[in-house]
């Protein structure tokens, strides 16, 4: 049985080595193994999309990783559905007959993953919700996401000196952190000096539709009246970075840009002043927990208790929940962050033309 404490949770000092960058693999599923003793156990893995690079660069071979530490007999089949709701059911089902012990299910639509997690536990198979809720799981892991959405508001908000307007773009409506992320974000907005322009939920929280609804956006307003941006995450970030500068905007002259993911593009774009801020979630903790909590699953062990963590499990409909806290980056923190939690290392970030906003942050 795993050992768990509140303190654990804080996220804040969590430290890990990063597994390199894999390419993605949407075919079907792979697997990984390090032995076939029936001890073992077999987990499936199911993330939701591959734009948004933390999927394929960290949650994925960061779960292998501690699978394999936990269970050196367990297997890992993981699926990447592609932002497809119906491929990601059909892949739940493929894994199932696979014989599945476990599913770690970070679905595609929140809501329409109820019918899975039926699915699954009709077979007596246990379901982990990973990042994203869905009702009816056995557990749930995520960050505090109406937080994330309240700091970047904040950051936001800041940064334009609690005055000017803003266009706002959401995530997805199917994934149920994206309400989170924005009602976050509103309760900072709405009584702020800021003023929103046009709010947009873009449909797969992809760069090129957020790319998109930018550009639409300066056919209405002229680049001058928009004095900040909310962008839900990083990916976004960059299509409105895209948008401005395709427009016209000087890279120096950009209005400030939220983001989440601490991908190495925004944080490259922070050094250089193109981005204002963004949400590192050390998704070590997270990948981790999920792990450990399916390794227990699989081989029948208690699974550690989350009721002295000190998070009301009510508010989560009584699905057993372990939520961590996520850290605002700005140019002035990202050594103390990424870097010294090498998520990152200063050579990943440093590379070419960002070597001298490295070198004026103190990065080296
Ligand atoms: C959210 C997740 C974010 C971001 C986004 C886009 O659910 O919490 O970290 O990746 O989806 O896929």
Known sequence: MATWSA??????????????????????SDSTSSGDSASGGTIALLLPESKTTRYEAFDKPLFEDAVSKACSDCTV???????????QAQQLTTAL????????????????????????????????????????????MSFDNETVGKMQAEALVKAMGDQGSILMLNGAP????????????????????????????????SPENAQQWTSDQLSKYQPADIQGVYAANDGQAGGVVAALTGAGVKSDALPPITGQDAEIAAIQRILTGEQAMTIYKPIPIEADTAAEVAVDLAQGNDVPTTSDTGIDQSTYQDVKSFIFTPIVVTKDNVADTVIKDGFYSASDICTGDYADACQAAGIS
């Open 77 to 87: 089949d993981y699926y990447n559905a592609d932002q497809d709701e119906s491929k």
């Open 174 to 205: 199917s994934d149920p952190n994206a309400a989170q992320f924005k009602a976050g974000a509103h309760s900072v907005l709405d009584d702020s000096g800021v003023k929103i322009l046009e709010e947009y939920d873009n449909p797969d929280w």
């Open 7 to 28: 303190a654990a949770l804080v996220a804040g000092s969590f430290l890990t080595a990063c597994g390199a960058n894999e390419a993605a693999d949407n075919s079907g």
């Open 97 to 140: 007959n696979a014989g599945a012990d476990v599913v770690v299910l970070d679905p595609v639509n929140g809501e329409g993953a109820t019918g899975m997690v039926q699915e699954a536990q009709g077979q007596d198979v246990p379901v982990i919700a990973y990042d994203r809720f869905i009702q009816g799981a056995d557990y749930y």
